[in-house]
């Protein structure tokens, strides 16, 4: 991201519903082309925040700037984005081609040049034939279709997509998964995509804003979200995670709540409460008594195992605290339950993260 | 359901056959009451008055039922009758209309109110239609007349008195009010059932307000529209009531005129014959809508959808051209 101005600019913005705080004070600002995710649980306010960039809710407070023009209050027909609706809104009194058409027509679009669109983003969407059907004949990836179509035909500078893949079976999910990504690197539009699906965020998105509760907790790219977590909601809501009661040692060690000392690289102050997040493939099982030349390791004692196929996973309990471990593509199981065993990582391994 | 309930395929067939005769027969069982009340209450009058408009007048206005002809019939085409049929259609077309144009935005609001207020708002709409219909028009006939509040705010305001009572202005007001319930019931069902998320995607594609409801709105809620245009129409083409209160001898509509050739004028072919005609025109009027009606119900309503697979016409429809 080079220091042009943003696509999306999203200054201490809050919405307010009544007593509900829907969306509470977001800061955010996305790059022009990039695509960007909005993650988080049902409910957080992603839509909300979605449908404030596209003005079919307006901010309580704050700014909201789209390529640098300030559009907080300004009414959806004025604003250069498109949305694919969560449950696609196609017009059902109208045929594939009506729906496509109607953005260029509701800005006077004349014929060369519309039909000449329309067939563009027909074909970009794999619709062609398909024109004069409406939409309760399609299938819901046909439809998903259309609605982006729909969308994409306007040429928006920014494409606002809500859980467009919700309403799929996961085989077709993940082709429109690939499929969207291609096609966002071939228009090279902006897109903003909602999800609380953290496996599709993660897979699709250049950068990932995670939401909670209305606000926005952590921005950055999917290997700085799953890696280096900034707080124990996002490193537990992101995958599956260890989380580990410690204080602050020094820059560079913890001490957590069973006694062990552990190296982990943290800024917050010696002393302070925080907690290590210690993602189950990221630690490994050896014989009880191993130490590692480098890292940290735990003893503990095998509990369970459950075996997944791709990979095995054992419950270790180290004292009180109960540690997963995910092992993959061993053969066989080297460790059976009442094993005393060493749990090890590598450094960098652990994450501390603020509470 | 399906293979699975099936014990052999050439019983299950026959099985399925039982099924269905034994389903119309309990059909049949349960309509029959209502089929019944409507023989005796509706089919046979009805029958009478057709047999009665082929009828003779004697010349003391007793009807023979004898010497069959379709004098009667002939006569409509007098003058007078074509007149007040005339004046008839165009006023029900006119209060329609009318109840259109303040239903539509009635049923609007109420459709968009939050759940609870919406109850409170139609329960509103009902009581004026629970009131006694006589009672109603006598209210109106005294809120109209020049001793009448309307006349007093007018003439506080400047404009003078006001006489309007007995006009045809007067009939229509009356008919607006006394069938508005009709136009707005309907609306609001097409309303209620509005998703309005495609008024927001309206809206997100450049549509203004006003283009959003225009290609969005109001043809998602057409099939209200028609429904409560039929509903409305029809009865105030024949109305009786509100034009013999609140109308003059200038306003003399087709229901009055019928009334009276069964009481006044004794001439009960002629009335028997209108009715006829009325009747007529109205079941040619719901087929109308019948038939666009039921068009529109197919198009506003999502099908279930067909997940994966489009139904083979279409599949061919789109393959051909
Ligand atoms: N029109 C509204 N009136 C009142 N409250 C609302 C309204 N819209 C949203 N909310 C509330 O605001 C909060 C955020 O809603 P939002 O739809 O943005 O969540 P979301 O993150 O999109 O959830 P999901 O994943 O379930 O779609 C919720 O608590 C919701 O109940
Ligand atoms: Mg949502």
Same mark, same amino acid.
């Given at each position: 991201?080079?220091?042009?101005?943003?696509?999306?600019?999203?200054?201490?913005?809050?919405?307010?519903?009544?007593?509900?705080?829907?969306?509470?004070?977001?800061?955010?600002?996305?790059?022009?082309?990039?695509?960007?995710?909005?993650?988080?649980?049902?409910?957080?306010?992603?839509?909300?925040?979605?449908?404030?960039?596209?003005?079919?809710?307006?901010?309580?407070?704050?700014?909201?700037?789209?390529?640098?023009?300030?559009?907080?209050?300004?009414?959806?027909?004025?604003?250069?984005?498109?949305?694919?609706?969560?449950?696609?809104?196609?017009?059902?009194?109208?045929?594939?081609?009506?729906?496509?058409?109607?953005?260029? *027509?509701?800005?006077?679009?004349?014929?060369?040049?519309?039909? @000449? +669109? #329309? !067939?563009? /983003?027909?074909?970009? =969407?794999?619709?062609?034939?398909?024109?004069? *059907?409406?939409?309760?004949?399609?299938?819901?990836?046909?439809? @998903? +279709? #259309? !609605?982006? /179509?729909?969308?994409? =035909?306007?040429?928006?500078?920014?494409?606002?997509?809500?859980?467009?893949?919700?309403?799929?079976?996961?085989?077709? +999910?993940?082709?429109?998964?690939?499929?969207?990504?291609?096609?966002?690197?071939?228009?090279?539009?902006?897109?903003?995509?909602?999800?609380?699906?953290?496996?599709?965020?993660?897979?699709?998105?250049?950068?990932?804003?995670?939401?909670?509760?209305?606000?926005?907790?952590?921005?950055?790219?999917?290997?700085?979200?799953?890696?280096?977590?900034?707080?124990?909601?996002?490193?537990?809501?992101?995958?599956?995670?260890?989380?580990?009661?410690?204080?602050?040692?020094?820059?560079?060690?913890?001490?957590?709540?069973?006694?062990?000392?552990?190296?982990?690289?943290?800024?917050?102050?010696?002393?302070?409460?925080?907690?290590?997040?210690?993602?189950?493939?990221?630690?490994?099982?050896?014989?009880?008594?191993?130490?590692?030349?480098?890292?940290?390791?735990?003893?503990?004692?095998?509990?369970?195992?459950?075996?997944?196929?791709?990979?095995?996973?054992?419950?270790?309990?180290?004292?009180?605290?109960?540690?997963?471990?995910?092992?993959?593509?061993?053969?066989?199981?080297?460790?059976?339950?009442?094993?005393?065993?060493?749990?090890?990582?590598?450094?960098?391994?652990?994450?501390?993260?603020?509470? | 359901?399906?293979?699975?309930?099936?014990?052999?395929?050439?019983?299950?067939?026959?099985?399925?056959?039982?099924?269905?005769?034994?389903?119309?027969?309990?059909?049949?069982?349960?309509?029959?009451?209502?089929?019944?009340?409507?023989?005796?209450?509706?089919?046979?009058?009805?029958?009478?008055?057709?047999?009665?408009?082929?009828?003779?007048?004697?010349?003391?206005?007793?009807?023979?039922?004898?010497?069959?002809?379709?004098?009667?019939?002939?006569?409509?085409?007098?003058?007078?009758?074509?007149?007040?049929?005339?004046?008839?259609?165009?006023?029900?077309?006119?209060?329609?209309?009318?109840?259109?144009?303040?239903?539509?935005?009635?049923?609007?609001?109420?459709?968009?109110?939050?759940?609870?207020?919406?109850?409170?708002?139609?329960?509103?709409?009902?009581?004026?239609?629970?009131?006694?219909?006589?009672?109603?028009?006598?209210?109106?006939?005294?809120?109209?007349?020049?001793?009448?509040?309307?006349?007093?705010?007018?003439?506080?305001?400047?404009?003078?008195?006001?006489?309007?009572?007995?006009?045809?202005?007067?009939?229509?007001?009356?008919?607006?009010?006394?069938?508005?319930?009709?136009?707005?019931?309907?609306?609001?069902?097409?309303?209620?059932?509005?998703?309005?998320?495609?008024?927001?995607?309206?809206?997100?594609?450049?549509?203004?307000?006003?283009?959003?409801?225009?290609?969005?709105?109001?043809?998602?809620?057409?099939?209200?529209?028609?429904?409560?245009?039929?509903?409305?129409?029809?009865?105030?083409?024949?109305?009786?009531?509100?034009p013999d209160i609140l109308g003059g001898a200038k306003t003399l509509l087709i229901g009055s005129y019928i009334a009276r050739q069964f009481r006044d004028a004794r001439n009960w072919p002629l009335g028997a014959s209108l009715s006829v005609l009325l009747i007529v025109a109205m079941l040619v009027a719901v087929a109308l809508n019948q038939r666009s009606g039921s068009g529109a119900e197919d198009r506003d309503r999502p099908r279930p959808r067909k997940w994966g697979r489009a139904p083979d016409e279409a599949e061919a429809a789109a393959v051909a051209s």
């Amino acid at each position: 991201m080079t220091e042009a101005v943003a696509a999306v600019e999203i200054e201490g913005v809050t919405k307010r519903f009544g007593e509900v705080v829907a969306v509470d004070n977001v800061d955010l600002a996305i790059g022009d082309g990039e695509f960007f995710a909005l993650l988080g649980p049902s409910g957080c306010g992603k839509t909300t925040t979605l449908r404030m960039i596209a003005g079919l809710d307006l901010p309580t407070e704050g700014s909201l700037r789209i390529f640098g023009e300030e559009v907080g209050m300004a009414p959806p027909d004025r604003r250069p984005v498109n949305t694919v609706f969560q449950a696609y809104a196609l017009f059902p009194h109208m045929t594939v081609r009506q729906n496509i058409e109607f953005g260029l *027509r509701m800005r006077r679009v004349k014929n060369p040049e519309l039909s @000449q +669109r #329309v !067939a563009e /983003a027909t074909g970009m =969407v794999r619709l062609a034939g398909m024109e004069e *059907r409406r939409p309760d004949q399609l299938s819901g990836g046909q439809q @998903q +279709r #259309v !609605a982006l /179509a729909r969308a994409l =035909v306007n040429q928006p500078k920014v494409l606002l997509l809500d859980e467009p893949l919700g309403a799929l079976d996961l085989k077709l +999910r993940q082709e429109m998964q690939q499929e969207l990504k291609a096609l966002q690197r071939e228009v090279g539009i902006t897109f903003v995509f909602v999800t609380h699906d953290q496996e599709e965020a993660l897979a699709m998105s250049e950068r990932i804003g995670v939401m909670s509760e209305g606000r926005l907790l952590q921005v950055g790219t999917p290997r700085e979200i799953y890696d280096r977590p900034a707080s124990r909601f996002v490193a537990d809501f992101i995958g599956r995670t260890n989380i580990l009661e410690a204080s602050v040692e020094s820059a560079s060690t913890v001490r957590l709540d069973n006694g062990a000392l552990i190296e982990a690289e943290t800024s917050t102050p010696a002393g302070s409460r925080v907690a290590v997040s210690l993602r189950p493939e990221r630690v490994r099982l050896q014989p009880h008594g191993t130490t590692a030349a480098e890292g940290s390791s735990l003893d503990g004692e095998v509990r369970d195992i459950t075996y997944l196929g791709h990979a095995v996973v054992y419950e270790v309990a180290a004292g009180p605290v109960s540690i997963e471990v995910r092992v993959e593509g061993e053969v066989g199981e080297p460790f059976a339950a009442g094993d005393e065993v060493t749990v090890a990582w590598d450094r960098g391994a652990a994450a501390v993260v603020a509470d | 359901m399906g293979p699975a309930r099936r014990s052999s395929p050439t019983t299950g067939a026959a099985g399925e056959e039982a099924a269905a005769l034994a389903r119309r027969r309990q059909g049949m069982l349960l309509a029959s009451p209502g089929a019944l009340y409507l023989l005796i209450f509706f089919v046979v009058p009805l029958g009478l008055i057709t047999v009665y408009s082929f009828a003779t007048r004697t010349s003391t206005g007793r009807t023979s039922l004898s010497g069959w002809n379709v004098e009667s019939y002939r006569a409509i085409g007098d003058d007078i009758i074509v007149g007040i049929i005339g004046r008839s259609a165009w006023l029900a077309t006119l209060t329609t209309v009318l109840c259109v144009v303040v239903g539509y935005p009635f049923a609007y609001y109420i459709a968009t109110r939050p759940r609870h207020v919406r109850a409170v708002l139609l329960v509103m709409v009902m009581i004026p239609f629970w009131t006694n219909a006589l009672v109603r028009v006598f209210a109106i006939r005294f809120l109209l007349g020049s001793n009448g509040p309307a006349s007093a705010l007018s003439e506080s305001l400047g404009f003078g008195t006001f006489r309007i009572l007995f006009t045809p202005t007067a009939v229509t007001i009356g008919m607006v009010y006394s069938f508005l319930t009709f136009m707005v019931l309907p609306l609001y069902v097409a309303l209620e059932r509005m998703d309005w998320s495609l008024t927001e995607a309206a809206r997100d594609l450049y549509a203004s307000g006003a283009k959003a409801f225009w290609k969005v709105t109001l043809p998602l809620t057409r099939s209200g529209i028609v429904a409560g245009c039929v509903l409305v129409f029809v009865p105030s083409f024949g109305s009786y009531v509100v034009p013999d209160i609140l109308g003059g001898a200038k306003t003399l509509l087709i229901g009055s005129y019928i009334a009276r050739q069964f009481r006044d004028a004794r001439n009960w072919p002629l009335g028997a014959s209108l009715s006829v005609l009325l009747i007529v025109a109205m079941l040619v009027a719901v087929a109308l809508n019948q038939r666009s009606g039921s068009g529109a119900e197919d198009r506003d309503r999502p099908r279930p959808r067909k997940w994966g697979r489009a139904p083979d016409e279409a599949e061919a429809a789109a393959v051909a051209s």
